[in-house]
């Protein structure tokens, strides 16, 4: 296996990256990797998934645009070779609900004050 530059990151969680800007889920934690372009100075960028014409629900097919906030960019992920570091177009996303949580406990405690 090759070891890339993020700690416990292997080869074959790179696989399960599609390479079609889909996601796959990091270790369990409330975030998950990214193929879209990444590149460093992209952390702090957030993540959409854009569907337009239709996309899939519980119930079937719905017809239209919808626009999802999944998350926020906190790594570009590497991999050195030799005295080399090639970008790999991945990162690192906080997901989007962890984020709207911690906002939403802070808005709580302003509130509190």
Request: hydrophobic share 40%; net charge positive.
């Amino acid at each position: 296996m090759t070891h890339f530059s993020c700690p416990k990151l292997w080869i074959t969680k790179i696989l399960n990256v599609l390479d079609k800007g889909y996601s796959s889920n990091f270790d369990g934690k409330e975030e998950f990797l990214v193929d879209g372009g990444v590149f460093p100075g992209s952390s702090g960028s957030p993540v959409f998934i854009f569907n337009q014409g239709s996309f899939s629900a519980p119930n079937g097919i719905v017809l239209g645009n919808r626009l999802l906030f999944v998350g926020i960019i906190s790594k570009t992920l590497s991999h050195v070779n030799q005295s080399e570091k090639d970008y790999l177009n991945l990162g690192k996303v906080i997901n989007g609900r962890a984020i709207i949580r911690e906002i939403e406990l802070f808005v709580d405690k302003i509130k509190q004050q």
